[in-house]
């Protein structure tokens, strides 16, 4: 890697080329992939792709002028003092926050390239060209500031909240229905059948655990997108909420005295079908008394066949 003050005036001006040209194409992935849910913003980040090869274009011209045809190919990862973008734009869906935040610190950075080049040309028309540039990234980040805080419009609003529901509580409800419900036959077999707290806690750690770890694999692999239309599911929402409902009744068993932990933790249990009931209820328009029926009798049949079991 070559370092930054080492760059000739003929490499800043081909090195500015390859960042303007980059950013573009970036700018042009994040509207192509935020045009389905977020056609607004999408067009907002096409104008910023369109004023980014205003740069180019200006940067070549002058570059001919100075230097003529051939452009050396010189990249920001050639360059010492660059950070490491992470390819978000591959990503789809594409979180609108993610490529905003990501977007407003790409013209930052390229703005501070623009000051420091500045700086370093003797050249009158470069040095002008340059800082010129500077004031316009600088222009060009609070545009990004300002997508962040645009209000979204009633059709982008309901996308997000498709998405929001998709991606995020219809796994992490699957997670936490498994976790609190299929925990439970295993857990209290394991606190009637040896009557000891520790060995109980244990069966229940890694019961949450593996189920976890099961159903978050299970989420991430079983679903691509093609049918649902959701993007690739978060694994982790669903693994860890399932982690999260069997450790709820799990960590009661701490305690040592046997007949508390089992009072305590079959008041969580209460507690977690409850939460399950209403995020139903709340998220996936069911029924209140239909969600608490519902979830209610699976949990008790499944108590009732650990409880079996255990006293077998």
């Not at 600088?138 to 309901?158: F, P």
């Not at 976890?212 to 299970?218: C, E, T």
């Amino acid at each position: 890697m070559k370092t930054f003050d080492s760059l000739t005036e003929q490499e800043i001006l081909a090195l500015a080329i390859s960042l303007e040209e980059e950013d573009a194409r970036i700018y042009e992935d994040f509207a192509d992939g935020l045009q389905e849910n977020y056609p607004a913003q999408a067009e907002k980040f096409r104008d910023m792709r369109r004023e980014e090869d205003g740069h180019r274009h200006r940067l070549l011209e002058l570059y001919k002028g100075k230097f003529g045809e051939h452009v050396p190919h010189i990249r920001r990862q050639d360059v010492r003092g660059f950070v490491n973008r992470k390819p978000v734009w591959l990503v789809r869906p594409l979180g609108l926050k993610t490529v905003q935040k990501t977007a407003e610190t790409m013209e930052v950075e390229t703005r501070r390239f623009y000051e420091a080049a500045a700086k370093r040309t003797t050249d009158t028309g470069i040095r002008q060209l340059l800082g010129d540039l500077a004031e316009e990234e600088r222009n060009h980040a609070h545009t990004a500031e300002q997508i962040a805080q645009t209000k979204l419009s009633g059709d982008e609003k309901s996308q997000a909240k498709r998405l929001f529901l998709l991606q995020v509580v219809q796994p992490g409800l699957a997670g936490l229905m498994d976790g609190s419900v299929s925990t439970l036959a295993p857990l209290f077999a394991a606190a009637f059948a040896t009557h000891n707290s520790w060995a109980t806690f244990l069966i229940g750690m890694a019961a949450s655990v593996g189920a976890g770890i099961s159903m978050g694999f299970a989420e991430a692999l079983s679903d691509d997108g093609s049918l649902t239309g959701r993007g690739h599911p978060w694994g982790f929402v669903c693994g860890g909420m399932t982690s999260l409902g069997g450790l709820g009744h799990t960590l009661p068993f701490l305690i040592s005295n046997l007949q508390i932990a089992v009072s305590i933790a079959v008041c969580v249990v209460f507690v977690e079908l409850g939460v399950i009931s209403w995020i139903r209820h709340r998220f996936m328009d069911t029924p209140l008394v239909s969600a608490v029926l519902q979830v209610a009798l699976g949990g008790a049949l499944v108590f009732l066949a650990g409880i079996l079991i255990g006293n077998s």
